[in-house]
């Protein structure tokens, strides 16, 4: 299998570092990047009239100025500093290491080696998005080091680490996608591995596929409820975009009838396999064999 050419689906202004957030009357809490003139969307997901929400707030996300030294290194995205704190980087997923009776991914030694050896005898500073900690009480940030290397940057530069937005935290997307856009074509690191090429839906089975994987096919059906959109590639499998979040997204009815490729983490819901879609850079097209 080769992949001869990989083109990102039209990445508008979308994914900018800038974080807005408005409640409307039910009192749920939305973010996008745009201050005003966030699309309505009907309940099949595509655009209504415009709705300009004139209470949108920036959030203030104010870089740390303190530098902590780096205690232990877990693996290539989680460390913990000198002052006990666990960080998980914001923007990236690094293959994971050996955790007791499960062996490590492809990749995710080398992540980890990396980091230990960028890290050494050097201090960190934490720049913070719209989450401060994860479901796991884990600090979420983007780390610098005193000579003003970004850490999160670098991995997926090396092509060590692939990128992985959750929003609301939206901080340095437009620098992640672009290093990632080039890292894949030099096939550096994760995308000159065959563990990670991109794979057919139509070979999956019923077991799925461990870990984070690139799922190629076509969407034949976009249907829509109360909380998602679902992609549908077939009777087996489909991706999820939760509609909180389908502001970030081109209309979802774009997508119907394309050859798209999906990454992310597969899960098994009523006998078919789902991928949760937190964010556009995680769909691309044009992928052609």
């Known amino acids: 299998m080769r992949i001869l050419l990989v083109l990102w689906l039209c990445l508008p202004g979308w994914v900018n570092a800038e974080i807005y957030q408005w409640q409307n009357a039910d009192g749920s809490k939305h973010f996008s990047d745009r201050q005003g003139g966030w699309k309505c969307r009907n309940r099949s997901g595509t655009d209504a009239t415009g709705c300009p929400v004139a209470e949108a707030k920036k959030l203030d996300i104010k870089p740390g100025h303190d530098f902590y030294r ?46 230990i050896d960028t890290l050494k005898n050097t201090k960190v500073r934490l720049e ?24 999160n940057l670098q991995l997926v530069e090396a092509g060590l680490a692939a990128v992985s937005i959750y929003p609301p935290n939206l901080l340095y997307v437009n620098e992640l996608v672009k290093a990632q856009d080039q890292a894949e074509l030099a096939k550096l690191g994760i995308w000159g591995r065959p563990e990670y090429a991109v794979r057919p ?12 994987t690139r799922l190629l096919g076509k969407v034949v059906n976009v249907r829509t409820t109360r909380k998602s959109v679902y992609l549908e590639f077939s009777d087996a499998f489909e991706a999820r975009i939760e509609r909180k ?43 052609v064999f």
């Open 70 to 115: 780096v205690k232990t290194v877990y693996d290539g995205d989680t460390v913990v500093l000198e002052d006990g704190r666990k960080i998980r980087f914001l923007g990236i997923n690094t293959p994971e290491v050996q955790h007791r009776d499960k062996p490590a991914d492809a990749g995710g030694d080398e992540a980890k080696q990396w980091l």
């Open 128 to 151: 913070i998005s719209a989450e401060k900690t994860d479901k796991y009480g884990r600090t979420l940030a983007h780390l610098f080091t005193e000579t003003k290397q970004h850490i």
């Open 201 to 212: 839906v139509s070979r999956l089975t019923e077991a799925g596929h461990p870990g984070w």
């Open 245 to 287: 979040w389908l502001d970030l997204f081109p209309d979802v009815n774009s997508y119907l009838g394309k050859t798209v490729e999906v990454r992310g983490w597969l899960s098994k819901s009523k006998g078919h396999l789902s991928m949760l879609i937190r964010h556009p850079s995680a769909i691309k097209t044009n992928t």
